[in-house]
């Protein structure tokens, strides 16, 4: 909530979040906050660059396409988290099960797929909320993704 923000019953709520201990209120979205598009583009490019040297990731990817990738992942990310909602008019709804479910996408996968994420988090300097929110949001997207327990 930020400063003066309505509870129901037309009171102002007692809570404000703030971005420092002290500092202004918080306003905007979390993709405002954590720096917009540059920030998550840091945080994909990152995020491939373990990818290119895992065995179990990498041969998922389109080496042939991997700035598409990139590009993709980067304006999901950006639309889930209040920027400009460019990859849904470009790729309409996100469906990300149904675009996962030509690969095999196991739990070791997973595991794979979240270290390198939680590298490239770490790589920003997130304040430790952004950063739980973030991968908090990371982490349970990973675990829906597994689409087969075969090894």
Do not use: C
């Not at 309505?6 to 405002?32: D, M, N, W």
């Not at 490019?45 to 895992?54: A, I, K, L, N, S």
């Not at 990859?87 to 095999?104: C, I, N, T, V, W």
Request: proline share 6%.
């Amino acid at each position: 909530m930020t400063e003066n923000a309505e509870i129901p019953g037309g009171q102002k709520s007692p809570i404000i979040l703030r971005v420092t201990e002290h500092g202004e209120a918080a306003t905007g979205s979390f993709y405002e906050k954590v720096g917009g598009r540059a920030t998550f583009e840091r945080l994909v490019r990152h995020f491939y660059e373990g990818v290119r040297t895992d065995p179990v990731l990498w041969p998922m990817y389109p080496e042939q396409d991997l700035e598409g990738a990139i590009q993709r992942l980067t304006g999901f990310l950006e639309q889930y988290w209040g920027g400009p909602g460019t990859y849904s008019e470009q790729r309409g709804h996100p469906r990300l099960r149904m675009r996962h479910a030509p690969f095999k996408v196991n739990q070791q996968a997973r595991d794979h797929w979240l270290s390198h994420m939680r590298t490239a988090v770490d790589s920003l300097g997130l304040s430790p909320l952004d950063d739980a929110t973030l991968w908090g949001y990371l982490d349970r997207a990973a675990q829906a993704m597994v689409n087969t327990f075969e090894e």
